[in-house]
């Protein structure tokens, strides 16, 4: 099993930045890609971003490209998402996901999963 727990997230102006964070325990988090996904209210969850589990390949959707950077530090078993330029359409509560396999961007596909943190964009 593995416990995931998102931080950072909050309420930020247009423009602003956050970076989002992932903690896992119960194991060791090397063994496991991390993908980050969004959901707003009445819509879809979303896929944001994933991580292989040595941070080696990493994989964004079109429309955070450029935008968000995804990142790993195993040591400390966590997973970060840092945000820029934030827009008020990036309001969402954003989760993390893990699983063994990577590259996966369809949310059940995921194993486990974090409770969200509510990041909110204002104009």
């Known amino acids: 099993q593995v416990q995931l727990v998102e931080s950072g997230g909050g309420l930020v102006q247009a423009g602003g930045s956050l970076r989002l964070s992932c903690a896992a325990s119960g194991r060791t988090l090397s063994s496991y890609a991390v993908g980050w996904f969004r959901q707003a209210p009445g819509k879809a969850r979303e896929f944001v971003a994933c991580i292989s589990g040595l941070g080696r390949s990493i994989y964004y959707a079109d429309s955070v490209r450029d935008q968000f950077t995804i990142s790993r530090d195993n040591t400390n078993n966590t997973v970060y998402l840092q945000m820029n330029s934030l827009k008020v359409e990036d309001t969402a509560v954003y989760h993390c996901?893990?699983?063994?396999?990577?590259?996966?961007?369809?949310?059940?596909?995921?194993?486990?999963w974090g409770q969200g943190t509510q990041v909110t964009v204002s104009s």
């Open positions: 996901a893990a699983d063994v396999t990577f590259g996966l961007t369809i949310p059940t596909q995921y194993t486990y």
